[in-house]
Each structure stands twice: as structure tokens, then as C-alpha cells.
């Protein structure tokens, strides 16, 4: 679990990264491009009025840079003291607080560039003090309403991906723990039925080994797989099937039959061979008679459709007591795998239990 999260960590790391990294270049584009904007139309607006000249050009460029610097030193404030995680109660004053000193800040900087200049008449000074004032109030106050709107979508957005990073992380945990815990369980009772066949049958022994062999093989590949081709699985099915067949002899038939169109659809691994497991164990195996077990696979309309048929009873007692290897844990994993689309359903009748699984095909 603790590499789990370490790569999470490294991943949400390189995120917030490029997402501040992405945040910082659009703050620039904006607060340039807007206030560039801002002077423009105010020279448009004054030349159409009193036919601007130099002397008021050079004003509204000193305007946009005094513009740029103070919302700039705005926005260092905001984030050296957390004004983004504050609440909407807290934020409300501060914002308007914020509005009117910058308001004046800028007002009083247009104000000494006029006296430096020598352009200030008794108007100009009333026209600065109460219209400036309140257009670089306005103006302050969309600049914070956008600031602040832009840094709480990208937030929320931003902590939706941290929960789907953590999420694939835990998921991802998950389905290694339940593979580690289904491959010892199966591979002593496999080594269980070999055992058994050594001193009996040498050359069977030998073809059980082999058997065992291309479990193993197959056990190591799925420790770094989601998901296998269905004929890989069925195929360590077959294998298992014909090791407990040397087992229980003659009180065991099986039969596994399969669409040929099926057969690369990719499944959890060892799924099938568990519930096959369970099939024997829970059904076969409690009958003096014996029984069989049967596997089908067919493609019906979007899903794969894998049904295991076994002699025996319905017990869920002591299905319960598989401690995660039998239907908790195949529901489980298919949850994990496929959410809420794929589904998994476990009936009796007439002295026969079925497990059907339905896997949505392309849906991961």
C-alpha cells in the first residue's frame, strides 16, 4: 500500500505542478491583455470626447501599468494569507475592503503623475477624485469577481482529479490484494491433488506437473494484469479441472464449451477458475455420488455472459465462509473493474447451482 501511495503522491505532484504551472500563464495572458483592453477603450472613449493628445496617452499607459502592479500586489496578499480558503462570509468585506484601497492607491498615483506633469486644473482634480475613484473601485471589484471565480472552478476541478488519482490508487491496491490472496489458495490444493498421484500413477504425475506448470506461468503473468483474454483463463480452467479430475476420479465430469467470438474478450483473472473451485468444493465434493461442472461463455448483445453450472445445493452459509474467495470477492472485483455495469448472480435449481456473470464488452 505504501508504494500505492507514493506513486499517487508523485502523480497528484506532477499535477498540481503543471496545474499551477497552466495557472500562472493564464494569470499573466489575462491581467496584461485585460488591462490593455481597459486603456484602449478609455482612449477611445477620451478621443472621441476631447480629441486625446500625447500628454493623455501617456496618462493611460501610466494608468495600465499602475493597474498591473497594484492587482498584482493584490494577489500576492490573497494567496500569502489563504484568502481562498476562507468562507463566502469572511471573503465578502475583505474583497470590498481590498476595492476601495486600490481604488485610492490608483486614484492618488493618477493624481501625483497629473501634479508632476503640470496637467491638473481645479476640474481634472474633482473629476479624479470622485469619477476615478469609483470606475477603479468597479473595475478592481471584476477583477477580484473573476479572479476569485477562475481559482474556484479550477480548485474544484483540480481536487476532482486528486480524488480520481486516489481512488484509482485504492482501487488499484485492492485488486493486487485479492489476487494475492486467491493464488496460494489455489495452488494448495493443486499441489494437494499432485501429491496424491506420484506414488499411483508416475506418468500421470508427469502430466499433472505440466498442468501445474502452466498454472504457475499463468499465475505470475496476471500479477501485472487487470484483466486476461478469456481463452487464457479457461485454459487454467482445463488445467485445474484436469488436475482435480485425478482427484476425485470418477465422482467428477466436467465439460467446458465456449464461442469462438469470445474468446479474446479480456476478463479479471482467475475469476472463472474460482468460482470453479467453489463449484467443486462447495457442490462436487459434498456428494457421495460426485457430480459435474460445467463452463459455457457466449456474446449477448453487449455483454460477455459466462455461466458456471455445478452439482449441489445452494448453501450460503457456507459460501460465506470462503472469506473473500467466492462471491464476495467476485462481486467485489467486478465492482472495482466495471462499477455498476457488470453483475453477477447465483441461483439453484434442481439440485444444481448456477453462477452466471455478465461483463460489459469495451467498458473499462
Known amino acids: 500500500m505504501k508504494n500505492i501511495q507514493q506513486k499517487a503522491a ?81 471573503i465578502v468585506p475583505l474583497v470590498f475592503s481590498a476595492c476601495i484601497l486600490m481604488a485610492l492607491l490608483m486614484t492618488g498615483g493618477l493624481f501625483v503623475v497629473g501634479i508632476l506633469k503640470g496637467a491638473l486644473n481645479n476640474r481634472m482634480v474633482g473629476f479624479t477624485l470622485l469619477n476615478n475613484s469609483f470606475e477603479f473601485m468597479m473595475v478592481t471589484l471584476l477583477w477580484s469577481l473573476l479572479y476569485f471565480a477562475f481559482h474556484y472552478m479550477e480548485n474544484y476541478r483540480n481536487s476532482e482529479i486528486e480524488k480520481l488519482v486516489w481512488e484509482a490508487a ?22 494437494n491433488s499432485i501429491r496424491a498421484l506420484i506414488e499411483e500413477n508416475p506418468e500421470r504425475a508427469k502430466k499433472a506437473i505440466g498442468q501445474l506448470s502452466s498454472i504457475f506461468r499463468y499465475s505470475l503473468k496476471i500479477e501485472r494484469m487487470e484483466t486476461t483474454p478469456l481463452f487464457e483463463e479457461l485454459k487454467t480452467v482445463e488445467d485445474y ?23 479474446k474478450i479480456e476478463i479479471p483473472p482467475m475469476m472463472v477458475q474460482t468460482l470453479v473451485e467453489n463449484g467443486i468444493k462447495h457442490g462436487v465434493a ?62 439453484e435449481n434442481n439440485n444444481r447451482v448456477k453462477a452466471e456473470i455478465f461483463i460489459p464488452i469495451g467498458v473499462r
Open 10 to 90: 508523485k502523480e497528484i505532484f506532477i499535477l498540481k505542478f503543471n496545474f499551477t504551472s497552466k495557472r500562472n500563464i493564464i494569470y499573466w495572458f489575462c491581467q496584461t491583455g485585460g488591462w490593455t483592453v481597459y486603456v484602449i477603450v478609455n482612449l477611445i472613449i477620451t478621443n472621441v470626447l476631447y480629441k486625446a493628445d500625447l500628454n493623455i496617452l501617456s496618462s493611460f499607459v501610466i494608468l495600465g501599468i499602475m493597474g498591473i502592479g497594484f492587482t498584482h500586489l493584490y494577489r500576492y496578499f490573497i494567496k500569502k494569507y489563504h484568502w481562498l480558503k476562507l468562507s463566502l462570509k469572511q
Open 170 to 191: 485504492v482501487k488499484d491496491f485492492e485488486l493486487k490484494t485479492l489476487k494475492s490472496q486467491l493464488n496460494p489458495h489455489f495452488m494448495f490444493n493443486a499441489l
Open 241 to 263: 479441472l484436469g488436475l482435480e479430475k485425478v482427484r476425485y476420479e470418477e465422482r467428477l465430469h466436467y465439460s467446458i464449451t465456449t464461442s469462438p467470438e469470445s474468446e
Open 286 to 347: 459434498k456428494l457421495p455420488e460426485g457430480g459435474s461442472v460445467t463452463v459455457n461463455t457466449v456474446l449477448e448483445k453487449d455483454y460477455l455472459v459466462i455461466t458456471i453450472t455445478n452439482s449441489g445445493k445452494l448453501n450460503e452459509a457456507e459460501m460465506a465462509n470462503t472469506k473473500g474467495f467466492g462471491l464476495s470477492n467476485t462481486k467485489h472485483r467486478l465492482f472495482l473493474l466495471y462499477g455498476t455495469k457488470a453483475s453477477f448472480f447465483l441461483t
